[in-house]
Every structure is written in C-alpha cells, then in structure tokens.
Nanobody, 115 residues
Framework: QVYFVESGGGLVQPGESLRLSCKIS????????MGWYRQAPGKQRELFAT???????SYAAAVKGRFTADRDNAKTTMYLQMDSLKPEDSGVYYC?????????WGQGTQVTVSA
C-alpha cells in the first residue's frame, strides 16, 4: 500500500511563491508516472503536472512556465515549486499516480492566493 502526505501549502499574495512537498511511503510502482493534482472550490480534481518515469515533467498550459515538479532520487518525495502564483491557482493540492487509480488520496494541502 502506498500513502501520500502533502504539505507546504498556505496563504500567499499574487506573484509570490510556494514549494509543496509530497512524502511517499510504501512501495511505489516506479514504472508509473506520478502527478500533481489540484481541486479548486466547486470543481473536479485535475491533473496539472506529470512527472515522467525518466524524471522529466510535463505541465498543463495554465501552469507551464510557472510551476516546476520534480522528485528526489530515492523517489520518496515529490516537490512542486510554484512561482508567480495567481488567485486561480487556489485550491487543495494532491499528489498521486498520474491518471491511474492505484492508490488512495492523501488529505492534500490547501493553497490560497489572495490579496
């Protein structure tokens, strides 16, 4: 069983930065891509950043150029550097496998971007 614990969220002003962490415990399937998701109020959870098996990452257009996703070499922690934050980035952020329902969701970490 794999578990995810997200942390690092908070309240910031537009234009500021945050760095999120995702601690992974259990035996991760390293053949699968990993992802960062977010759920804005009243909306469905969406995948916006995918960490490919080779360590590279792909991003949704809304965050490309502002967010950077990576992981440590041991693959026990994922990170999300978020720069130039906008109010529309607000929501609860989660990590999990990308587009595959293999593990339960963690509690997520709240990000609020507001002046």
């Amino acid at each position: 069983q794999v578990y995810f614990v997200e942390s690092g969220g908070g309240l910031v002003q537009p234009g500021e930065s945050l760095r999120l962490s995702c601690k992974i415990s259990g035996s991760i399937d390293s053949s699968k891509n990993m992802g960062w998701y977010r759920q804005a109020p009243g909306k469905q959870r969406e995948l916006f950043a995918t960490i490919i098996r080779d360590g590279s990452a792909s991003y949704a257009a809304a965050v490309k150029g502002r967010f950077t996703a990576d992981r440590d070499n041991a693959k026990t922690t994922m990170y999300l550097q978020m720069d130039s934050l906008k109010p529309e980035d607000s929501g609860v952020y989660y990590c999990n496998y990308a587009n595959i329902n293999l593990a339960e969701w963690g509690q997520g970490t709240q990000v609020t971007v507001s002046a």
